[in-house]
């Protein structure tokens, strides 16, 4: 295989990203579920998408109740996350995401693709899980597709 210069530094090890888990309704069900659990889906917590700062501002995943949601994988590179300039929304803009996006789908698709506004607005909680020096490539080669190939068994 060969990477570009870029990847083959983040391969290296050169550069540090951050590993998260995102969390968002699955729309009716979401809203179904929060009805039979007597909430309100605008129960949900307000997110200070303006606000320079860490993921910290961010809610966490709740486990007092459960509710089927969609989740997702993200990294973001560590130069970004801690750049104290950038908002939590351009933060997440620059991330880079996974995420199985049904049976009916193409082998690529949620593979290592960056959300826009409206998905990141969904977003409910996210979940820190690591750190990663991995590029891109690497992580969908070692891990995406084998997880999409067990869920498309399933």
């Known amino acids: 295989m060969d990477f570009g210069q870029e990847e083959r530094s983040i391969w290296l090890g050169e550069a540090s990203r951050s590993v998260w888990i995102a969390s968002a309704p699955l729309d009716l069900s979401y809203k179904l579920y929060m009805k039979a659990l007597g909430k309100s889906p605008s ?52 991330a880079v995401f996974w995420e199985h996006t049904g049976s009916g789908s193409s082998e690529s698709d949620g593979m290592a693709k960056r959300w826009d506004e409206a998905a990141i607005l969904k977003i409910l909680a996210i979940e820190p899980v690591g750190d990663t020096s991995l590029c891109n490539e690497i992580i969908s080669q070692r891990c995406w597709y084998h997880l999409r190939e067990a869920a498309v068994q399933d």
């Open 43 to 94: 129960d949900t917590p307000e997110i200070p998408w303006d606000a320079s700062g860490e993921f910290d501002l961010l809610p966490k995943m709740p486990t007092d109740y459960i509710v089927p949601r969609h989740m997702a994988l993200f990294v973001i590179d560590d130069d970004v996350y801690y750049d104290p300039e950038l908002t939590i929304m351009e933060k997440l803009q620059e």
